[in-house]
T-cell receptor, first 111, second 113 residues
């Protein structure tokens, strides 16, 4: 499975933007980039996904590098409720529900 | 609209026993997958069920088996429990199809003593 590399942890101040990086240098042309997050004592929650173009939704934005070897999840104004582990995942064509999670980035948000 | 529900929330079993975990998918979803999450690790894919059949399987032994019912709900069975099976077991549902996001339940915490 194609792998992703993320920092173990990051910190942010509340109401500041947060940029969570992810490297995926072995990505293939048909792999989608997915982001999930897991709040304490909860199951993972879908955040956003994209293939080549930058994507926006109500939760976040996803910026994908032109060569697709890296991407950045952008939380525009972090709140305390955004404190979670964020997982960057490559969803491989044909593997449907099989998501390969790494250890993710633990985001701490402080006042 | 109810999301993915799992039962029980917590369970304690003894080594060698068998356990059954249950999952009801989000309304309208037809595909269920199961994940195991050890403490401090990301979830690991166990298997996926669609149309009452196992469609994909991760690197888990045959002690792990499952079932999907006509109403799309699912069970995960683990036989001959080992101490290493202690983990959070997550169920996820989705619509069949590659681009459909997964919706996860909050899991069943299994402790094997």
């Amino acid at each position: 499975d194609a792998k992703t590399t993320q920092p173990n942890s990051m910190e942010s101040n509340e109401e500041e933007p947060v940029h969570l990086p992810c490297n995926h240098s072995t990505i293939s042309g048909t792999d989608y980039i997915h982001w999930y997050r897991q709040l304490p004592s909860q199951g993972p929650e879908y955040v956003i996904h994209g293939l080549t173009s930058n994507v926006n939704n109500r939760m976040a934005s996803l910026a994908i590098a032109e060569d697709r070897k890296s991407s950045t999840l952008i939380l525009h104004r972090a709140t305390l409720r955004d404190a979670a582990v964020y997982y960057c995942i490559l969803r491989v064509t044909g593997t449907a529900s099989k998501l390969t999670f790494g250890t993710g980035t633990r985001l701490q948000v402080t006042l | 609209d109810a999301g993915v529900t799992q039962s029980p929330t917590h369970l304690i079993k003894t080594r060698g026993q068998q356990v059954t975990l249950r999952c009801s998918p989000k309304s309208g979803h037809d595909t269920v997958s199961w994940y195991q999450q050890a403490l401090g690790q990301g979830p690991q894919f166990i298997f996926q069920y669609y149309e009452e059949e196992e469609r994909q399987r991760g690197n888990f032994p045959d002690r792990f088996s499952g079932h999907q019912f006509p109403n799309y709900s699912s069970e995960l069975n683990v036989n001959a429990l080992l101490l290493g099976d202690s983990a959070l077991y997550l169920c996820a549902s989705s619509l069949e199809g590659f681009s459909s996001p997964l919706h996860f339940g909050n899991g069943t915490r299994l402790t094997v003593t």
